[in-house]
C-alpha cells in the first residue's frame, strides 16, 4: 500500500474515533446506557429466578434431535433471551412516544437478536466447532450490515490485493472464497447424505453396489460444490491446471497410500468379492464385515473388537470370505475312541449326536470317517455344515464335543487318555525293607555299579567311625 492509501485510511479512522466520542458525551447517550444495563441485570435476575421451572418443562420434551438441540440451545440462553424482549420494549416505548431517538438502544437490540437468532440456528449442526465458527462467521457479517460499516470494511480488505500474474488475490476474496466455500461443500454434505440413505434402502441393488454408488455421487458432489464455489467468486478455473498437475506429482509421492487405498476400495465395491454381512478370514482376524469405507473395512469380531483394515489389504493378501458364494461352511470335528469300541456303532453314534445340534443344518448329511489306529486310540473325523459362520466357531465345536461326550457316555464308549508302561531294570529298595537282590534281568554292568557304590560308603563309615559315634 502507498502513503496515499494509508492517509486515506488514517482520516478515516480518526474521523470514526471524533465522532464516537461526541455521540457518547451526549446526555442522551449516557441514559440509553443506563437503560441496557438496567436490561442486563433484569435478564440476569429473571434467568436465576425461572432457571428451575424452565429446566423442568424442558425435560418433558420429546421431540426430534434437531429440534430439541434448538430447545437446549435456547434454554442456555435465557438471559440473552431476557436481554433482547426488554431491549424491544425500549424501543416500543421508544416508538410509542413519537421517536425513534434510542439510536443506540435499537443497534444493541439489533446485535443481541442477531446473535440469539444465529447461535441458536447454528445447533442444528452436530459438530461444535463447526457451529461456532458459523456462529461467529455469521454473525461478524450481521454486525456489519446493522452498524453500516459492510462497505467501508469490503474496501479495506479489497485494498489489500496483490497482483500474480494476470489474477489478483486480495483478502476480500480469500473471506469469498472461504465462506462460499464452506456453504457448497456443507450444502454438498447434506444432500449426498440424503441421496446415500435413499439409494442404501433400494433393495433392487446389491449391498456392494448400494455402497459404491453412494461413495460415487459424494465425491462427485464435492468437486461440483468446489468448481461452483471458485467460479462463483471469480476464479479463473483455467489457471487451475498448473495446480492440479502439482497435486496430481503430490498424490503420486506423498498420498501414495490413501489413493492406494481409495483405489482399493473402488475395486472390492466392483468385483463384489466382499460387501457387508460377509464373515471373513484375514490374517489372524476372523469377524464379519459391517462396513466399507473408502480408505478401509470395518470388521468386528466376536469379542466386540472392531478392527479398521485397510483396503489395500483386501487385495494384496489372502483372504477367506466364509460366505462369499453362500452361506454354508463345512466344520471338522476330530476325536478318538478306546480300542474295544465298536467303529461302526461309534459312527453311527456319533452322527446322530450331532444331528441333535440347532445349528447344524439337516439338508447336508453329517460324515464321520475312521481316519487310523492311534497309539491308544481310534481315530475319527467328523463333518458337519453351518449356515451362521458370523455365530462363532468354537462355540458350536464345543456343543458338538459336548453331544457326543453325552452319547458316548450313554452307550458306554469310552474316549481313552495315553498310558505308558515303565520297566525298572535296577531294583528299587522301598523304605522298611531290606536290601534288595539283583534282579534277573540286570545287566553285569549295573550290578558292578552298584556293588562299587556300596563298597564307598562302608568305606567313609569306617574312616569316621560308627554312626553314633560321629553324632
Request: contains cysteine; glycine residues 8%.
Amino acid at each position: 500500500m502507498d502513503s496515499a492509501l494509508l492517509g486515506r485510511i488514517e482520516t478515516q479512522v480518526s474521523g470514526w474515533v471524533h465522532s464516537a466520542l461526541q455521540f457518547f458525551y451526549q446526555p442522551s447517550t449516557l441514559a440509553q446506557i443506563a437503560a441496557i444495563a438496567i436490561c442486563a441485570l433484569l435478564a440476569f435476575g429473571l434467568d436465576r429466578l425461572t432457571r428451575g421451572a424452565i429446566e423442568a418443562q424442558a425435560r418433558k420434551i420429546r421431540a426430534a434431535p434437531s429440534l430439541l438441540r434448538i430447545i437446549v440451545a435456547l434454554r442456555r440462553r435465557m438471559k440473552l433471551v431476557y436481554f433482547v424482549f426488554g431491549l424491544w420494549l425500549l424501543t416500543l416505548a421508544d416508538s410509542a412516544a413519537g421517536g425513534p431517538r434510542s439510536s443506540l438502544i435499537s443497534v444493541v437490540f439489533n446485535l443481541a437478536l442477531a446473535y440469539l437468532v444465529i447461535s441458536v440456528g447454528s445447533r442444528v449442526v452436530r459438530n461444535r466447532l463447526a457451529a461456532r465458527i458459523i456462529t461467529i462467521t455469521a454473525w461478524i457479517v450481521a454486525a456489519l450490515s446493522i452498524l453500516d460499516l459492510t462497505e467501508p470494511v469490503s474496501r479495506a480488505l479489497d485494498a489489500t490485493g496483490v497482483s500474480i500474474g494476470e489474477a489478483r488475490i486480495s483478502a476480500l476474496l480469500v473471506i469469498k472464497a472461504v465462506i462460499v466455500l464452506a456453504i457448497t461443500l456443507w450444502f454438498a454434505s447434506i444432500v449426498g447424505n440424503f441421496l446415500d440413505t435413499r439409494v442404501k434402502r433400494s433393495e433392487e441393488l446389491t449391498p456392494a453396489l448400494r455402497v459404491l454408488i453412494g461413495k460415487l455421487l459424494k465425491v462427485g458432489l464435492i468437486l461440483i460444490a468446489c468448481v461452483v464455489a471458485l467460479a462463483a467468486v471469480g476464479v479463473d478455473l483455467t489457471a487451475l491446471t498448473v495446480l492440479s498437475g502439482a497435486l496430481g506429482v503430490g498424490l503420486g509421492f506423498g498420498l501414495q497410500k490413501v489413493v492406494s487405498n481409495f483405489i482399493s476400495g473402488i475395486i472390492i465395491l466392483t468385483d463384489r468379492s466382499i460387501k457387508p454381512g460377509d464373515t471373513i478370514s484375514l490374517g489372524d482376524t476372523f469377524g464379519w464385515i459391517r462396513e466399507l469405507r473408502a480408505r478401509f473395512v470395518s470388521v468386528i469380531t466376536r469379542d466386540g473388537k472392531e478392527y479398521l483394515i485397510p483396503n489395500e489389504d483386501f487385495i494384496t493378501n489372502q483372504v477367506i470370505n466364509w460366505s462369499f458364494s453362500n452361506e454354508l461352511v463345512r466344520i471338522d470335528v476330530t476325536f478318538g475312541v478306546s480300542y474295544d469300541s465298536d467303529p461302526h456303532t461309534v459312527i453311527r453314534i456319533a452322527k446322530e449326536a450331532t444331528g441333535s445340534v440347532g445349528r447344524v443344518v439337516s439338508d447336508r448329511p453329517v460324515v464321520c470317517w475312521m481316519t487310523g489306529f492311534g497309539d491308544s486310540s481310534l481315530d475319527f473325523v467328523l463333518r458337519f455344515w453351518i449356515r451362521d459362520p458370523q455365530a462363532g466357531l468354537t462355540n458350536v465345536r464345543g456343543e458338538v464335543l459336548l453331544a457326543l461326550w453325552d452319547a458316548f457316555k450313554e452307550n458306554g464308549i469310552n474316549i481313552p487318555f495315553p498310558h505308558r508302561e515303565i520297566l525298572m531294570k535296577t531294583p528299587v529298595t522301598l523304605a522298611g525293607e531290606g536290601p534288595a537282590t539283583p534282579a534277573p534281568e540286570e545287566s553285569v554292568e549295573a550290578t558292578a555299579a552298584r556293588r562299587q557304590g556300596a563298597d564307598g560308603a562302608e568305606s567313609e563309615q569306617g574312616e569316621g567311625g560308627s554312626p553314633a559315634a560321629a553324632k
